[in-house]
């Protein structure tokens, strides 16, 4: 007997599992030995009559019985499990060959959102949409499900087709009070969508959400109650959002130095993925310093308390190399009594990236007007440190806080009522400001105070610095709260100081920061620079960049030194949208 296997090929129907194969064999005398006298075939899959030759230069066709039962377009298809009888003509000749049709796959089918009343009644069918088989499929229920309870029922569907191949499907049935209209309970992920009202609203009503749900963060676990208006009837129903996703992160290598503080466990993490909150740490701690410790493991932990540990490695390097210091002044002037304003002047780096900056004046009166010597100290993480010496100037021509706001007052009183926005006072101080004080390129930058009030008084000039100080004091006696912003540091020995401020236009909950720059602009460049977003303060200095290279960098900062401005643009600057790009 002479067996063979012939995958159906050139018109064969692959499905998601295999390529379909027909089995046959020749083995009756009466039907030449390039025939396959018999063969299987799964059900629902195609053939054509060149499958059951097995040799080449022989031409075959169905008969015209067989093909006007199962053939179109010269490819036949069977679904009945069991024997057949496959008409073909080889060369003219009439066979009869026996084709066997299998069921080898389990049913597919998907599972329906199942609402009923109390008490309905309820068959396995209902329960299931979307079947695919090839034979005639049953369903029933795993165990017969009770209904006479409300609440959510999980129950498991079973799939049988006429081979026995079976499937189980589990399904969930929400049984509902006679009288609700409403479901009780929906569970989404974080991060997803809040469910459509007509996805919680049954038996054919119509409604609409009361509750204002733009406003729930779905990224945040929770549980929230959301009313429903149906009919003129106001029902409430319960949102749970869950967090059932482990977070991810990318796991860099880092270096730290022997001796130093160690490095907090976010410091080894980037890139991290999860829709809500995620935690940092260490499994175990490694300890206040750096030692001979170099394998850390470190575990993201979610809202949900999803946890996710990765293995961190920690390169232990030996740092002998003190600061260096890259910018600072010879001289510091100030009034006794005052804050000494240095930090901003100064800048020092080092092989470890960390730099404590400070100013030593051990032995110095400052309640005392004179010419001192002082110290700028640069220290890295380990201990190592650069002292710099400066001279320090006391001045006792200070600016007194009356004085200051005795000086407010009459300006305010000129410049602000009652009735004006916070956008219109603004811009009341910066118009004030920018047309009271005229610029100069020259001004001191140790006391905000004394330069605001030289400003608008006596001296009534000053740099960038002193508009920045008039503004800050003005504003800060009407109960806006700012902050100076410099130019970066790596920019000034090369483009000079700038200074402007941030102002919070918000409140203290829910702040606002503005860019507020009352430094007058010259001509063609003039525009009113009292409330601008980060996207505008760029646009700006593209547009002072395109006609005058020195100022490319005209409002760069260093945001990380700073909250976050806002996004929401108030103010028109009037710039093409290409220095936008």
């Known amino acids: 007997m002479n067996n063979s296997i012939l995958k159906i090929g050139k018109q064969a129907c692959l499905t998601a599992f295999a390529a379909i194969t027909v089995f046959f064999c020749s083995c009756n005398k009466s039907i030449p030995t390039y025939i396959a006298t018999s063969a299987t ?31 179109r377009d010269g490819i036949a298809e069977i679904n009945q499990i069991g024997e057949h009888s496959v008409g073909l003509i080889v060369d003219g000749k009439d066979y009869t060959i026996t084709l066997t049709v299998q069921d080898t796959v389990p049913p597919k089918a998907s599972a329906r959102k199942i609402l009923l009343c109390q008490g309905d009644s309820l068959n396995a069918e209902q329960c299931i949409t979307d079947i695919k088989d090839q034979t005639k499929v049953s369903c029933t229920f795993q165990t017969e499900p009770d209904l006479t309870q409300t609440g959510v029922v999980n129950e498991t569907v079973i799939l049988a087709d006429e081979a026995g191949n079976r499937t189980e499907i589990p399904v969930t049935i929400t049984v509902l009070k006679t009288n609700d209209f409403l479901i009780d309970q929906s569970t989404i992920e ?61 796991i860099t290598p880092i270096t730290a130095y022997y001796g130093a503080a160690f490095p907090s466990a976010d410091s080894f993490v980037s890139e991290i993925v999860d829709e809500g909150p995620v935690t940092v740490s260490y499994e175990s701690d490694p300890g206040a310093l750096v030692s001979d410790q170099t394998a850390v493991r470190i575990v993201l932990t979610d809202q949900g308390g999803n946890r996710t540990v990765y293995d961190g490695s920690c390169s232990i390097a030996y740092d002998n190399e003190a600061p260096s210091f890259v910018t600072f002044p010879k001289e510091l002037e100030a009034d006794v009594d005052t804050a000494i304003l240095w930090r901003a002047l100064v800048s020092a780096e080092d092989n470890s990236g960390i730099v404590d900056l400070s100013l030593d004046t051990t032995g110095i009166d400052l309640m005392k007007p004179g010419t001192y010597t002082a110290f700028f100290v640069a220290k890295d993480s380990v201990g190592n440190e650069t002292r710099q010496e400066v001279k320090l100037i006391l001045h006792d021509n200070s600016v007194t806080k009356e004085m200051m706001d005795q000086l407010c007052t009459e300006v305010i009183g000129k410049i602000i009522t009652e009735d004006m926005t916070t956008q219109e006072q603004l811009y009341a101080v910066y118009k004030y400001v920018s047309t009271r004080v005229s610029y100069t390129n020259a001004g001191v930058h140790d006391d905000i105070r004394r330069e605001a009030y030289l400003g608008l008084t006596t001296r009534r000039s000053g740099d960038c610095f002193t508009f920045c100080a008039a503004s800050q004091e003005l504003l800060s006696y009407l109960g806006y709260e700012s902050q100076i912003v410099r130019r970066r540091l790596d920019l000034v020995k090369e483009r000079g100081n700038h200074f402007w401020l941030l102002v919070n236009c918000g409140t203290k909950e829910e702040p606002l920061w503005y860019h507020y720059d009352a430094t007058p602009k010259p001509y063609p460049f003039t525009r009113d620079t009292y409330m601008m977003t980060d996207a505008q303060l760029k646009a700006y200095t593209n547009y002072r960049a395109d006609s005058t290279p020195r100022k490319t960098h005209y409002f760069t900062y260093d945001s990380s030194l700073h909250p976050a401005c806002a996004t929401e643009m108030v103010t028109d600057l009037n710039l093409d949208a290409k220095y936008y790009e």
């Open 41 to 71: 075939v799964e059900a629902g899959n195609t053939f054509s009559a060149g499958d059951f030759i097995l040799e080449e230069g022989h031409t075959a066709e169905f008969t015209t019985e067989f093909a006007s039962r199962f053939v």
């Open 190 to 250: 974080a991060g997803g969508s809040i469910p459509s009202v007509e996805d919680l609203i049954v038996f054919h009503r119509t409604g609409n959400y009361v509750t204002d749900i733009s406003v729930i963060n779905t990224s945040l676990v929770g549980n929230y109650t959301l009313e429903v208006d149906i009919d003129g009837t106001v029902y409430t129903t319960e949102l749970i959002i869950e967090d059932t996703t482990a977070p991810t992160a990318t």
